[in-house]
């Protein structure tokens, strides 16, 4: 009782932490769908062709990621299947990794801007001034997932090592096995200890008739 109690709870905290990334990679799809439809009109205005505008579908990329992430996260959380969780938590240690070489690169190098193609569209440089001037409240934001991320890896450990809910197993066989047995035990119940079957009763009473054919006789 106390392991289904431990395991519900963290496969709880698992989904909760797990939504705060499904949260963040909404806010990313809305953004990139937004700079998107700006950048359609833009070109639409000029009616010249230009190169894609990588920085928006890498944006809406990564939204779409973090969405699928966290229905995975889900789903394991939910089966606390081993091979689930595993594969949840490597995934999203490898995105923590690529979250830290990009923050390592862009705090250390100068030059990082020119590690990225040139952005067509300008989202890019508005990205850039957006952070710069709001650089606090984008801090907290990057922290709180990362955080969230880590926190999902701990979880995910935890609950694989508890596993599935073994008992809830016993306990559906048992619901199903019980109900082919009542008829036995209502007919039992309905006729009495006393009962006896026709049978029997008409075999004892012929075999007390040739018993008493054989004192007469």
């Given at each position: 009782m106390a392991g289904r109690?431990?395991?519900?709870?963290?496969?709880?905290?698992?989904?909760?932490?797990?939504s705060?990334?499904?949260l963040a990679g909404m806010a990313v799809i809305l953004y990139a769908l937004w700079m998107l439809r700006a950048w359609y009109r833009e070109v639409a205005d000029?009616?010249?062709r230009f190169p894609v505008p990588w920085f928006i579908y890498t944006f809406l990329g990564l939204g779409i990621f973090l969405c699928l992430l966290t229905c995975s996260g889900h789903i394991a959380a939910e089966t606390a299947n081993g091979h689930c969780l595993s594969c949840y938590m490597i995934i999203?240690?490898?995105l923590i990794i690529l979250e830290g070489a990009?923050?390592?690169d862009v705090f250390l190098n100068t030059n990082w801007e020119e590690d990225f193609p040139p952005d067509p569209s300008g989202k890019f440089d508005?990205?850039?001034?957006?952070?710069?001037?709001?650089?606090e409240?984008?801090?907290w934001v990057g922290?709180?997932?990362?955080a969230a991320q880590v926190l999902s890896i701990i979880l995910g450990m935890v609950l694989r090592t508890l596993g599935p809910d073994r008992e809830a197993d016993y306990d559906s066989d048992d619901d199903t096995t019980v109900p082919a047995r009542l008829p036995l035990l209502r007919n039992q119940s309905q006729h009495g200890p006393d009962y006896a079957e026709p049978n029997t009763s008409r075999r004892s009473d012929s075999w007390k008739l040739r018993i008493l054919d054989k004192v007469n006789n």
């Open positions: 109690i431990v395991r519900s709870c963290v496969q709880t905290a698992l989904k909760a932490v797990n705060v990334v499904g000029l009616d010249q999203v240690f490898v990009i923050t390592v508005e990205f850039k001034d957006f952070v710069r001037s709001n650089f409240i984008c801090e922290l709180s997932v990362v």
